[in-house]
DNA sequence: ACCTGAACACCGTTCAAGT
DNA sequence: ACCTGAACACCGTTCAAGT
């Protein structure tokens, strides 16, 4: 048979790719441009490659946001730290990309992508702790979308009301205090200013 | 030709609308189909109306999303009963209409329509816990999604891995535990099975 | 006051065909 | 193995024009 795909080819403009590629470009155009400006059709353009070409590598849209969504939760430590850290680098790997909260929020209701930051919370809680590790993952993410979302907003402008308030200010206390409140500890201290 | 119109009045096809007619029909209409194909052409056609025609009654989707997240949301009752209570009836507003959270969620985040469901909780509060109303309307809008998003997925099939366990299952203790450990109260028993 | 018709600049996805 | 080209069935939004 032929071989094309081990050729070195020098010579011509042959923008030839792989999953690993395509879903390295998606993930730098969604902190570009945001989840809903994140069509298959602008990453294509931004690999050189017709749209069609993507579905060589993924079957679906669905299924390269899930790619994406796990390569942001793989960045979350593992180890057994306490809850309050675990909660906050979680909360922070989703900050670490544009709508990266949001984006996992779906992905996390659909079950694609095993739940590493559930994982990470369990550790942190101790045994026999699934639900409080449950719910402070869903307060995590509500939390973080709503966050997250509020600040492109403002960005953008687009404030309602007359109103002239911080949408960010206190945001920091609610998430420790739902955090504490939810693991059962003591709310603590704020960390200090990084 | 053919006339799909109720034929309310005897003589012509007139269909004229107000803002009021445009929302009922995209909540209706939400309720049927989720979030993801509530189109404006897909509102128009069900109104007998061009997709343009919207636009007289509203300046563009979002503004109508905003609308019906509204008209959801309204449904709270505000007056104070127990915290617990008053979550658990924020929580069946959302699931009152398909993709009910994760629209409430978004145009929470953008600011428009007033948080009536952040009154009825601080009530419930007492007085100075702006922080812990804030922390459990998350907690809520987080959960809720997740579990709303969940019932949709699987029953269009989209399982991904081997385990056969529902996915529903337990959600209620979690949420009963995440808006009990915030408020600052013990968990109460389950409530009667309706 | 409310709607039509036509256009503009987009979408995700499929599939035969190329190399 | 990976991509092109063309098509299909859609999007939100604008705007002159009609009634």
Redesign the interface.
């Known amino acids: 048979m032929f071989n094309y795909s081990e050729s070195m080819s020098p010579d011509h403009n042959q923008a030839r790719h792989d999953r690993d590629s395509v879903a390295r470009a998606a993930l730098a155009l969604l902190d570009e441009v945001g989840l809903a400006d994140l069509s298959m059709r602008r990453i294509a353009a931004r690999l050189d490659v017709q749209p069609s070409a993507l579905y060589w590598h993924f079957a679906s849209k669905q299924e390269l946001l899930a790619e994406l969504a796990d390569r942001i939760t793989t960045r979350i430590p593992a180890g057994s730290a306490d809850v309050l850290t675990t909660a906050r680098s979680i909360r922070d790997a989703l900050f670490a990309y544009r709508d990266g909260a949001e984006l996992v929020?779906?992905t996390?209701?659909?079950?694609?992508g095993s739940s590493h930051a559930q994982v990470a919370l369990e550790a942190s809680l101790g045994p026999a702790s699934t639900?409080?590790a449950?719910?402070i993952l869903?307060?995590?993410?509500?939390?973080t979308?709503?966050a997250q979302?509020?600040m492109h907003?403002e960005s953008h402008g687009?404030?309602?009301?007359g109103d002239e308030i911080d949408?960010t200010a206190?945001l920091d206390?609610?998430?420790d205090?739902?955090v504490a409140?939810?693991a059962?500890i003591r709310a603590s201290r704020p960390r200090d200013r990084a």
Chains 1, 2 share one sequence.
Do not use: K
């Open positions: 929020l779906s996390y209701a659909l079950r694609l639900e409080r449950t719910a869903h307060f995590i993410l509500g939390h979308t709503l979302l509020r907003a687009a404030a309602a009301s949408p206190g206390a609610v998430f205090l739902g409140a939810i059962g």
